[in-house]
Structure formats: C-alpha cells, structure tokens
C-alpha cells in the first residue's frame, strides 16, 4: 500500500489547513475559492473559466461515480489544485471509466484529501477568495512565502491563456438552421453542443478576433462564452464586441456577459467570493419567476453608472430597488433581465433598440440544473429572425 503523503493548504496570512495527498506530488498557487455544486466535479476543473484557481468543494464526498472522458469540458484540467473533504476510492457508475483519484494524477493534479472543508469555506465566506499556496510534502513556512506573492485575479488577463489559437468549426446535428460565431474566451464542450444539437453550426474564433474578421465569417448570429478572470484588461475583445454591436444578434454569457457590459459602457468589480456552483437562485424580472442556475464567476457588471447613480449597498434581502432602471447607452436603452436573489447583483440584461442580452449563468449547465436551457432555444430563435430579444 502506497504511503499516504500530507498535504497543505496555507493563505497568505497564514491559516492552515492540513489534509492528504491524493493528486501529484508538488507545490502551487491560486486565488482560492469554494463551490457548492453536488455533482460536475469532473466537468468543474476542466472549465477553463476556473483558470488560476484553487476549488474547494463543499460537497462532502467527491468522486463517487468515477469519470468519464466524454464529461471534460476542454482538453485539460483548468484549476491550480483540488481540495475536497473526502475522496472516493471507488467508482460506482456504469458510465465510469476511470477513478476520478486515477483521473487526477494520469493529468498531474494536486490534490488534497481530508480538509476540513466547512471550516476552510467559512474562511472564504468571511474574508473573500485569497491567495493560497498548496503543498504536498513540503515546508509550511515556504507555502506561506508562495501564497503572499501570489498577484490578484484584478488586473490580469487570463483569457489569452485558455483561447484557441486558431479558428474551428462545428458542424449542426442534422440540418443546419443557422450559423454561429462563438468567441472562445474560455468556451465549454457542452456550450457548442447545445448549440449544435439545436441545428446550429458554430464557427469558434479566437478572443483576440476583430469585428472585421468575425463579420467576414458571415454568421447569423455572434456568441460571446465564458471564460476567466478579471473583464477589465480584455480592451480588444471589448472593441470587438463594440463594432459587432448593431451589425448582427450578439448573445452572451457569464465572461461574456461582463464583457458586452463594458462594450455598453458599464462597469465591472469584482464580488467578495464569487459565485460558485450549481445552485444559484436568479430572479426574472419580466415575470417574477426563479430560476437556479449554475454560475462560476468572481466579476458583476455594474450597470449604475450609466444611470447617473452609485451602487447601492444591500440591507436585508436583496429587491429590485438594488438595480438600476431606464439605462443609457450610446446603442440605445438597455435593461435588467435577472437578479441574483442570493447578493442582488444584476444576472442579466437586453438591448431595446438592436439585439443583443446576456446573462451572467451557465444555461448549459454541465454540471447544473436545467432551468436555463430555454436561453438556447430563444437564441436559435434569434438566428433564424423569428424573435428579436433573448430574456
């Protein structure tokens, strides 16, 4: 039997947290953070919007049913480490392949086991998503060192790490009933699968593509994915998405999201901790429906600013008083659509006068519930000229 080697996981302040090894052995970094989601590990850490980060799942028991290739959403694990409760060492599922512990190390992962997982996620609850160091048979005060020169997520361009080099194609399950352009900026396997079991071929273009050579791909429609990090220095992409605006139906999502609101003119900042998981409750404001979504994002879109007001600060549980109403921009009057009921932030909005919305969620899921794929039908409504807003 293989000796069990310890692990560490230690923030730049210095809280510790000790567990087991059951990744690679080996030392690194991230901004930490925690997510809710019961099932997806699988599809988690290869989400590259988790670029730079370190997951903690609250989830007691992680790898319970194995893993399977077809379930990656990229073709590598995105996040620095893992740190759960409880490793599994067994695969109880009939589509399971491989041990997720054997997944974790044929990809050269750390990992760690045996964390006090409720103590380490009310840490972050409490003092926001922080720099970490993670170590597996090595000196805590060296942990401690690492994770203080760990730079913020603010300011730093992830995309550019994750998108593809070159362009790709997609073909529609079946009759094509329209043609997308999907800016990768960290884009999901699942997300162009939605699209093309609904009779979409996807063209995936670079994040670094001008407007120019996206339109000259002659797409029905543009797709704006998810991806990592901070919205704030992705200028290029933002120029792009500004003189796409008005010249073909743009539809984004999460990364993308924050950035057709900056090509509107709003703000970004980023949330204390994130938010992480497959259970996020939003609130449609055309109707006062709920849905619950799966997010991974550290970023909002502050849309006040264009409304002439400040951010007002929560008290309580969060109402529509906390979003702005009537918002001008230079491409006409823009709405919210969602709100999360969890901090209030805004979750989605749409363009009145060309179309174009996003929403801040993951209607794909992958992992996550459902609620949200309706998102994906009315974009293909959108494609084929039947319908002119996406809520």
Request: aromatic share 6%.
């Amino acid at each position: 039997m293989p000796l069990v080697k310890q692990g560490l996981l230690v923030t730049a302040e210095g809280a510790v947290f000790r567990g087991s090894s059951v990744g690679v052995e080996g030392v690194t970094t991230g901004e930490v953070v925690f997510n809710t989601a019961m099932t997806g590990y699988q599809e988690i850490i290869t989400d590259p919007s988790y670029c730079g980060q370190v997951v903690v799942f609250t989830a007691p028991h992680i790898g319970n049913y194995g893993s399977v290739c077809f379930d990656d959403q990229s073709k590598r694990v995105h996040v620095r480490s893992l740190v759960m409760r409880s490793m599994s060492r067994t695969a109880s599922s009939w589509r399971s392949t491989q041990r997720f512990g054997d997944y974790l190390t044929e990809r050269k992962v750390i990992a760690l086991s045996g964390i006090d997982t409720r103590r380490l996620t009310r840490h972050i609850r409490d003092v926001g998503a922080m720099a970490v160091a993670v170590g597996v048979d090595t000196d805590e005060a060296e942990l401690v060192s690492m994770a203080s020169e760990v730079p913020s997520m603010e300011g730093q361009d992830l995309v550019s790490g994750v998108t593809t080099d070159t362009i790709y194609r997609s073909d529609a399950k079946g009759s094509a009933i329209g043609h997308v352009a999907a800016y990768d900026f960290g884009i999901k396997k699942d997300i162009i699968r939605s699209m093309n079991h609904r009779g979409l071929d996807v063209t995936v273009v670079p994040a670094s593509s001008s407007a120019a050579e996206t339109l000259a791909l002659a797409p029905d429609a543009v797709f704006l994915s998810n991806g990592p990090g901070d919205p704030g220095p992705l200028t290029g992409p933002v120029e792009a998405i500004g003189a796409l605006l008005g010249e073909v139906p743009v539809f984004g999502i999460c990364l993308g999201h924050q950035l057709l609101g900056l090509a509107l003119g709003a703000d970004t900042f980023k949330l204390p901790f994130g938010h992480h998981g497959g259970n996020h409750p939003v609130r449609r404001i055309s109707d006062g429906s709920v849905e619950i979504t799966s997010q991974n994002h550290g970023f909002a879109v502050d849309l006040w600013p264009l409304a002439g007001g400040e951010r007002p600060q929560r008290r309580g549980l969060p109402t529509t008083d906390l979003l702005p109403t009537d918002i001008p921009t230079r491409f006409g009057e823009v709405s919210v659509t969602h709100q999360n009921l969890n901090d209030g932030t805004i979750e989605g909005m749409a363009c009145h006068e060309i179309t174009a919305s996003s929403v801040q969620y993951h209607p794909e899921a992958a992992p996550g519930p459902n609620d949200a794929s309706r998102l994906f039908d009315r974009f293909v409504d959108i494609v084929r000229g039947s319908d002119a807003k996406t809520n």
